[in-house]
Nanobody, 120 residues
Framework: QVQLVESGGGLVQAGGSLRLSCAAS????????MGWYRQAPGKQRELVAS?????????NYADSVKGRFTISRDNAKNAVYLQMNSLKAEDTAVYYC????????????WGQGTQVTVSS
């Protein structure tokens, strides 16, 4: 059974930084995409950043976070991290970790979510 456990959310002032962590267990695919999504109140869930497990780790970022957020992974630990710098009030949301095999968009697994609140 695939499980994702997130940590690292919290309250921070605008301009500050937070680091989110996600540890996955029960993965049975060798090639996966791990990512972070977020959902603010009244809005749809959106992709923040994703990274593949292959050599070099191909990354993808939402335009709104480029240059401020950095996604990284530790394949040996099946973990993914999101370093968030220069946080803005509009980054406030519940952040969800996600994993899927590279060959499927249908087989998605989600963490329980962690709240990030940025005060202005």
């Amino acid at each position: 059974q695939v499980q994702l456990v997130e940590s690292g959310g919290g309250l921070v002032q605008a301009g500050g930084s937070l680091r989110l962590s996600c540890a996955a267990s029960g993965l049975y695919w060798s090639d996966v995409v791990m990512g972070w999504y977020r959902q603010a109140p009244g809005k749809q869930r959106e992709l923040v950043a994703s990274i593949t497990s292959g050599s070099g780790g191909s990354t993808n970022y939402a335009d709104s976070v480029k240059g401020r957020f950095t996604i990284s992974r530790d394949n040996a630990k099946n973990a993914v991290y999101l370093q968030m710098n220069s946080l803005k009030a509009e980054d406030t949301a519940v952040y969800y970790c996600n994993v899927r095999p590279t060959w499927s968009f249908a087989m998605n697994y989600w963490g329980q979510g962690t709240q990030v609140t940025v005060s202005s």
